[in-house]
């Protein structure tokens, strides 16, 4: 996500759990998780956009997420 915002630019709320895979490749223990979210500017500021975010968490000792794919959709801003 920083590649598109840069460090610390925007917040997070309003997450979505939209799939979890178990027993992805190259272990069955391994996990594909899909995660919807909305990130804003300032706190009472209305959304900016929405995320669709894909990772792959393929240890958890020590924890090692990798991020498969990144969609960003801007929101149309009403005034």
């Given amino acids: ?3 598109i ?3 610390n630019q925007r917040g997070m709320d309003e997450y979505e ?3 979890i895979e178990r027993g992805y490749y ?10 919807k ?6 706190a009472h500021s209305s959304p900016f956009d ?6 792959d968490i393929t ?9 498969v794919s990144f969609e960003h959709h ?6």
Wanted: with cysteine; proline share 9%.
């Fill in 26 to 35: 190259p272990s069955p223990f391994d996990y594909r998780i899909t995660i």
């Fill in 74 to 79: 801007p929101l149309e801003v009403c005034d």
């Fill in 17 to 19: 759990i939209l799939e």
């Fill in 1 to 3: 996500m920083n590649r």
């Fill in 59 to 67: 240890d958890f000792n020590p924890l090692t997420i990798k991020e």
């Fill in 50 to 55: 929405e995320n669709i975010a894909v990772y």
């Fill in 5 to 7: 915002y840069g460090e």
């Fill in 37 to 42: 979210f909305r990130t804003y500017t300032q």
